[in-house]
């Protein structure tokens, strides 16, 4: 679920009657303890490792963690960690955790990637830290062995055939499903939720805090919203940022369905700016009235299904389903929008040929596809319709929400999976201190506002939560809203939320 400017006159403006102190007391620190499997909290050797874009005082280490946490004492596998210091020891009040999304996000690339723009923000409040997750960047990893026809991210996520015909997903889905199962082993079966919220408490004692603070983002939030309900005593000041529905019997799967709502959601957007007067004088003009570009990016997709086109890259033309896939990347941000525009432009020329995004036009690397499938089909059991039952969900879906295709109700490897889980997931509730601040787009393509809700209500009296008119995923930091942005710096360099749920205007 992830891809990723502030004033605090625009919060004011926004908040003013709604402001409370809420205070957090600073997070201290504390000789290394014992972790939750009983064993000694392992030493982290740092090193630097600036990376081009980053701060240069980023450091490196790796965490050794137990495979299975209940054998603590057997074996070991390693965890990727990244931290970059305060750079004001004396306004210092703890750590922070960057979690990335997901999953298959990596910890210590988002801290590279947003580490000087949280320095800007924090003032040294905090150390920031990050970890690449089971299976991710530079951690231990598992392969199922897949082929490159199985790892590309139109198969990876359950794009449906022409027409909405299902046969080639029960086929991918089962094929992959029995790859993973005998290839991945005992590393592939445990990469989970839950074993990423045990290897950050052990980051956490690692580093000698009693108490951690989080910004958790898309799949993160999960992750954060796990850390909370199971270690509530070690939770400082916790952002959950564009989140999902908490439903513990519809994990991953509730956040897959839901994202034709999303689509829908935010498609106007990029409706309205495509026909914008404005988009004229950059060439990239696609229609004459908002109304128009639905149907327009509809057919284009359409034709491809009949006619896939070739590429500049080699072997991979451009399919419905490709198109339908930049059309999801793109909703995540204002920015992308010119790029899917010239795209439609060139599909409009017969004689033109289509370069793909990046992300597209190659598969992914046989880990990254091991560990994105593994982590919500390990996490909770899926149910296994027949053919004609999952035929029948994905037409109905489709003529729903044609922008997705039916894609969001398709059927995935883990309808397949061998290795049920064991434990239920975690069940999200109000019990527990009243610590976190969750920040959403009211029109997010991957988490829309309404499963965000499902976390807000779940959370109670916990949490707060800013909803931005902003479109996008992934807020803070991230898509130029300046109340939602102050909103969260203020939280995390104060612990000041507002008094009550609140919004911020775009």
């Not at 994905?394 to 109700?409: I, Q, S």
Request: charged share 20%.
């Amino acid at each position: 679920m992830t891809n990723h400017r502030t004033t605090p006159l625009l919060l004011a403006l926004a908040t003013a009657t709604a402001l409370t102190a809420a205070a957090v007391p600073a997070a201290s620190a504390a000789p290394a303890e014992p972790g939750r499997s009983g064993t000694s909290a392992p030493r982290l050797d740092w090193r630097p490792c600036a990376k081009p874009g980053g701060p240069a005082i980023q450091e490196c280490a790796d965490l050794p963690v137990p495979l299975d946490y209940a054998d603590p004492a057997g074996p070991q596998i390693s965890v990727a960690v990244s931290r970059i210091r305060s750079d004001r020891p004396e306004a210092r009040r703890g750590t922070l955790v960057v979690i990335p999304g997901g999953p298959g996000g990596s910890g210590v690339q988002r801290l590279t990637q947003k580490g000087a723009a949280l320095q800007k923000q924090l003032a040294g409040a905090y150390d920031l830290v990050a970890l690449d997750p089971r299976g991710v960047g530079g951690s231990t990893t598992a392969s199922c062995g897949l082929a490159p026809e199985d790892r590309h991210l139109t198969t990876l996520r359950s794009w449906p055939g022409p027409g909405g015909d299902v046969t080639g997903n029960l086929a991918r889905s089962q094929r992959v499903a029995e790859a993973c199962a005998a290839n991945g082993g005992a590393v592939l079966r445990s990469f989970t939720t839950a074993n990423q919220v045990r290897d950050m408490d052990r980051l956490r004692a690692a580093l000698g805090e009693r108490r951690i603070s989080a910004w958790g983002v898309s799949y993160g939030t999960y992750v954060g919203a796990v850390y909370a309900q199971t270690h509530p005593g070690r939770t400082d000041r916790w952002v959950l940022d564009s989140s999902g529905d908490p439903d513990p019997r519809r994990v991953a799967r509730g956040w897959l369905a839901n994202m034709g709502e999303g689509a829908d959601d935010r498609f106007p957007d990029f409706a309205a700016w495509a026909a914008h007067p404005d988009r004229d004088g950059q060439g990239l003009r696609l229609a004459r009235s908002p109304e128009e570009v639905e149907p327009l990016v509809l057919s284009l997709a359409d034709s491809l299904d009949r006619a896939p086109r070739p590429s500049t890259t080699p072997g991979v033309p451009l399919t419905g389903n490709g198109l339908r896939q930049a059309l999801q990347n793109a909703l995540y941000g204002d920015s992308a929008f010119p790029g899917l525009a010239r795209l439609l432009l060139t599909l409009r020329d017969p004689q033109a040929t289509p370069v793909l995004p990046p992300e597209l036009a190659q598969p992914l690397r046989d880990q990254d596809a091991s560990q994105t499938a593994a982590v919500i089909c390990n996490d909770v059991a899926w149910p296994l319709p027949s053919a004609a039952d999952q035929q029948r969900a994905v037409d109905e879906d489709r003529a729903r929400h044609p922008l997705t295709a039916g894609m969001p109700v398709n059927v995935t490897p883990c309808s397949f999976w061998k290795t049920p889980p064991t434990t239920p997931p975690v069940r999200i509730t109000d019990r527990g201190p009243s610590d976190i601040l969750m920040i959403q787009s009211r029109k997010d393509p991957a988490t829309p506002h309404s499963g965000s809700l499902k976390m807000r209500q779940a959370l109670g009296k916990r949490a707060v939560m800013v909803t931005v008119e902003q479109g996008g995923h992934g807020v803070y930091l991230g898509n130029g809203n300046a109340c939602g942005d102050a909103a969260v710096t203020r939280f995390l360099t104060t612990g000041t939320r507002p008094a009550r749920d609140t919004d911020c205007p775009n």
